[in-house]
């Protein structure tokens, strides 16, 4: 469980060295999201966009119970109860959504307890996906009637295949720890008490390493799981070059010659 000091904030945005973290918080409703919270995480995505030390984000909900379980029901009415207010939410969450799949630094989903709707597609657009053995997945659209948008199942597809997302979003039904790490849906499945250690690990490798690699990879990643036509091949060749042109370069082979380890600026 995350030690959170006291707050009446809903989502909040911490950093810790190298390492940003985005933390729903509002684990009496076990985490439910509201507009004021997707509002909220886009300016603080915006905040860690802008902020160089960052090397890593890690996303994770309060309370021990949940990572984040999907939209706030209970404000449906006055949030997304007309067609006006649907498109003013959909415009808020996916801008969030975006701004996390997008963003330019390694992303890590820690998730904790309850993984459900929008909690799932939070993960899903994040890089890395790590969760305890008490952590359950679903995508309860089918037993709302919600509509659910081409991004979200693409991503969704993109990690675990076609069918197997088919199944998720047909039967809205919650799915293991262990059945999602067979599915692939996430990296790993860890006993409750390592979940932070597991993280921490994860997260201090991703900082030592050289962040311009580290970018180039990602952007790669990236352009994978557009068409063809659509993939900017030319700026992954320049990120690519601009590896082996840094002085981080020189660090990495100086360092191994040395046999001791690096320290990488990012340029």
């Not at 984000?57 to 021990?64: N, R, S």
């Not at 449906?76 to 969030?96: D, H, I, L, N, P």
């Not at 991503?155 to 692939?184: K, P």
Request: aromatic letters at 8%.
């Amino acid at each position: 469980m995350l030690d959170i000091a006291t707050t009446d904030e809903k989502l909040i945005g911490r950093k810790d060295g190298p390492v940003g973290h985005v933390i729903f918080n509002n684990p009496a409703k076990h985490n439910a999201v509201s507009l004021d919270m997707w509002e909220t995480m886009s300016a603080v995505m915006d905040d860690f966009i802008a902020d160089d030390d960052i090397r890593v984000l890690v996303v994770t909900g309060a309370g021990g119970k949940a990572f984040v379980s999907g939209a706030d029901i209970s404000k449906f009415e006055s949030e997304r109860a007309t067609k006006e207010a649907v498109a003013a939410y959909s415009e808020a969450s996916r801008g969030a959504y975006d701004k996390l799949y997008n963003f330019a630094k390694p992303t890590v989903a820690r998730i904790e307890g309850y993984c459900i709707g929008g909690g799932a597609n939070l993960a899903m657009c994040c890089d890395l996906r790590i969760c305890n053995e008490s952590a359950r997945f679903a995508i309860p659209a089918a037993k709302l009637g919600l509509g659910y948008g081409y991004d979200g199942l693409k991503r969704l597809s993109d990690i675990v295949g076609v069918s197997r997302a088919m199944e998720m979003f047909y039967t809205a039904r919650q799915f293991s720890a262990q059945e999602a790490y067979d599915m692939g849906l996430v990296n790993a499945a860890v006993p409750d008490d390592q979940l932070d250690e597991t993280v921490d690990g994860i997260t201090k490798r991703i900082g030592e390493n050289a962040p311009l690699t580290i970018a180039a990879i990602k952007r790669a990643a990236r352009e994978i799981t557009k068409d063809s036509e659509d993939r900017d091949l030319k700026t992954l060749e320049a990120m690519v070059q601009a590896c082996f042109d840094s002085e981080d370069y020189i660090e990495g082979r100086r360092a191994f010659m040395e046999k001791r380890k690096p320290e990488f600026k990012g340029h």
